[in-house]
């Protein structure tokens, strides 16, 4: 006997048109929050790939979740609520969330299913995330510490010692903080949890840590800046045009499972002449392809050049 098909629920299709907790949570945000960020990756070459953003505070409560994709339609619903379900709940109890919880909470009416539990299963597969998040989780946050913290008994080296090493020394390993530092180099039990006595913190995660500072410390300011379009280099302009791609049109072609790419930008006066390439499924998509590109055109128009004309290859 053939199972009835089961529709989405229109909470399905209310997070697929517009969902609510599409974002990221920098350590500055979660700092003022009086929370660690926690951060957690689910990576593969398909459409289920996510990041996780978590602002856990003191009593390990989930204060804020943001999350991270490149996907649309289902997916993209099933995210967003799992998402929504972590707020204001304990790293333990999210840990042990089930994907019918999710489901669940997406139901129109609590005995009509929101989807199908097969499809469920087998296209929510990055729902691991919120495990890893929840193991990402018990690391601690250097920024709990004062400076002068040991972090190595044994040679006696402090939180400072090793934060100003790795700048100073542009460090990307443990073993070059032990080279510098000394720290981790006798009983080792300052490099990473399963050493002879238990830390608060690690090497590891101090080095990931300030090399995630340093990262956005090293954030510079578009080239573009201070710049009209017209006297802009080929390089600025794309540069430009990209970050107006991803803030205004890309989460919209993303959403129906789709993108784009530049190819190339021409100065053909008074017009410069953009060339790109449809991804995804807008490559396929002709019958929605000239409101889509009426749309790019418009907005790039708008905030960039009235001179720009979109041409897709």
């Not at 890893?132 to 190595?152: G, P, Q, T, W």
Request: charged residues 30%; aromatic residues 8%; proline residues 3%.
């Amino acid at each position: 006997m053939e199972q009835k098909e089961v529709n989405y629920s229109k909470k399905i299709e209310d997070r697929i048109n517009d969902p609510k907790n599409i974002g990221e949570i920098s350590r500055s945000e979660a700092r003022d929050l009086g929370c660690r960020l926690v951060v957690a990756d689910f990576e593969t070459n398909g459409a289920d790939t996510i990041r996780m953003y978590w602002a856990v505070n003191k009593d390990n409560i989930i204060v804020r979740a943001k999350f991270k994709s490149f996907t649309g339609g289902l997916l993209l619903a099933l995210n967003d609520m799992m998402t929504e379900l972590c707020i204001f709940k304990s790293v333990e109890k999210v840990a042990n969330l089930f994907k019918t919880d999710v489901e669940f909470a997406l139901r129109d009416e609590p005995q009509i299913p929101a989807l199908g539990i097969t499809e469920l299963h087998e296209k929510f597969t990055n729902f691991v995330v919120l495990k890893k998040a929840a193991l990402n989780s018990e690391k601690r946050d250097m920024n709990d510490f004062e400076d002068d913290y040991i972090v190595c008994e044994c040679a006696r080296v402090t939180l400072k010692n090793v934060k100003d090493a790795i700048k100073e020394f542009s460090i990307t390993t443990v073993e070059e903080i032990g080279n510098i530092t000394k720290a981790g180099i006798f009983c080792k039990s300052c490099i990473k949890e399963g050493g002879l006595e238990p830390k608060e913190i690690y090497l590891v995660d101090i080095l990931e840590q300030t090399l995630e500072e340093i990262k956005e410390a090293n954030k510079e300011e578009p080239s573009y800046i201070n710049s009209t379009f017209s006297n802009m280099i080929k390089e600025q302009k794309i540069e430009l045009i990209e970050d107006v791609l991803d803030e205004d049109i890309r989460p919209m072609l993303i959403m129906d499972g789709g993108n784009m790419e530049i190819l190339d930008i021409v100065e053909s006066a008074p017009h410069y002449d953009l060339y790109i390439r449809y991804l995804g499924a807008c490559s396929g998509c002709s019958a929605g392809s000239m409101g889509t590109l009426y749309a790019i055109e418009s907005i790039l128009q708008r905030k960039i050049d009235e001179n720009i004309r979109v041409l897709p290859i």
